[in-house]
């Protein structure tokens, strides 16, 4: 089992940046691929960004890119998810996923455990 837990949401205005943090616990978290997703009201979960196991590896869905970052610190069990030049469009709740195995994965489907959600809020 892994635990997942997101943070760093608020209210920010648009062209503003936040930081998110998804800290894991449980088991080894250097054995987990991670994945960012975020769902708006009324919408599907989308993909935002993956990092591979090491952190060597990273992939973001083709709309973020240049503005998103993602990174992890296996010491502090942390990944974290950069977000500048923030959009109204950006507004929703933010998911942190874990799946066992080197690579990570655009798909939903992919991941074994979830966090609950951090909700991020861009005003115009």
């Known amino acids: 089992q892994v635990q997942l837990v997101e943070s760093g949401g608020g209210l920010v205005q648009a062209g503003g940046s936040l930081r998110l943090s998804c800290a894991a616990s449980?088991?080894?978290?250097?054995?987990?691929?991670v994945g960012w997703f975020r769902q708006a009201p009324g919408k599907e979960r989308d993909f935002v960004a993956a990092?591979?196991?090491?952190?060597?590896?990273?992939y973001y869905a083709d709309s973020l890119k240049g503005r998103f970052t993602i990174s992890r610190d296996n010491a502090k069990n942390t990944v974290y998810l950069e977000m500048n030049s923030l959009k109204p469009e950006d507004t929703a709740v933010y998911y942190c996923?874990?799946?066992?195995?080197?690579?990570?994965?655009?798909?939903?489907?992919?991941?074994?455990?979830w966090g609950q959600g951090t909700q991020v809020t861009v005003s115009s």
């Open positions: 996923a874990a799946r066992r195995g080197p690579y990570g994965s655009r798909f939903v489907d992919s991941y074994d455990y």
């Open positions: 990092i591979s196991w090491s952190g060597s590896s990273t």
């Open positions: 449980g088991r080894t978290f250097s054995d987990y691929a």
